[in-house]
């Protein structure tokens, strides 16, 4: 999807794969913004969030600027997030919710990276919680990496396998990302577009080999590269 949306959510929900929301401007809706449920592969990238989820605070961990709700491989980066006034940031939850077309809906394979997130009113959680095999959603191959988080209250205000200040959430998801009180300038955050993001949580050295043919007359000669890749998920373009 590449829309703007003011007043309702952007989601999908159910067996849904290869999604792409891009360049998306939610803002102020009372049940969250992104949403990716019981679905596979996806993209959120390059979209901007601001004030979404206010109808449900406290209420468990619904009402997320972007939720993740048992869905596996989806990258999310270069986001802007606005939290302050609204509900949670940046969330997977995992759920019993059985299986779908392409296998049974986990939590896992999931990046979360490059995602600015500002928080500037002390509400709301980020992270991942679980009322059914939390376990696996912990040793899931989730990545937490390289997200700057601009919070009032740096304390309790992350969820890893339980409440965790920030310290704690970077040993527990691994997140390489910084914390600030030093807020950006939002202001602008609706009429510019964000910057685009170079996915940095592809994690692998990539190579392709050097194929020599000899040049004919006539007829067709095949030839054959090979794509090396070592270590990484994350989809790429060769």
């Known amino acids: 999807t590449a829309a703007q949306a003011a007043a309702l959510n952007e989601g999908t929900d159910g067996d849904n794969i290869h999604t792409l929301y891009e360049d998306n401007v939610v803002v102020h809706n009372g049940w969250g913004g992104i949403s990716h449920e019981i679905s596979y592969q996806a993209i959120i990238r390059n979209n901007t969030l601001i004030g979404n989820g206010a109808d449900n605070p406290g209420s468990w961990w619904w009402g997320n600027e972007i939720q993740i709700q048992n869905s596996q491989n989806v990258e999310v980066y270069g986001n802007r997030v606005e939290m302050t006034g ?19 809906y986990t939590t896992t394979g999931n990046q979360i ?34 997200n700057q ?19 704690q959430f970077k040993d527990a998801a691994h997140e390489t990302g ?6 950006p300038d939002t202001s602008g955050w609706l009429t510019a577009s964000p910057a685009d ?27 054959t590269f090979t794509v090396t890749r070592s270590g990484g998920t994350a989809a790429f373009d060769v």
Do not use: C
């Open 178 to 183: 910084s914390i600030s009180q030093s807020y």
């Open 86 to 104: 609204g509900g949670n940031g940046i969330v997977m939850i995992q759920q019993n919710r059985g299986s779908g077309t392409f296998g049974t």
């Open 197 to 223: 993001a170079t996915p940095s949580a592809l994690n692998s050295d990539v190579s392709i080999n050097d194929v020599t043919i000899s040049e004919g007359d006539s007829g067709t000669t095949v030839a």
């Open 149 to 167: 988080y601009f919070m009032s209250d740096g304390g309790d205000r992350f969820e890893w396998g339980g409440s965790k200040t920030f310290p």
């Open 113 to 146: 990276h490059d995602n600015v997130i500002v928080d500037r009113g002390g509400e709301g959680y980020i992270g991942g919680v679980a009322d059914y095999n939390q376990s696996g959603m912990l040793s899931g191959g989730n990545i937490w990496n390289n």
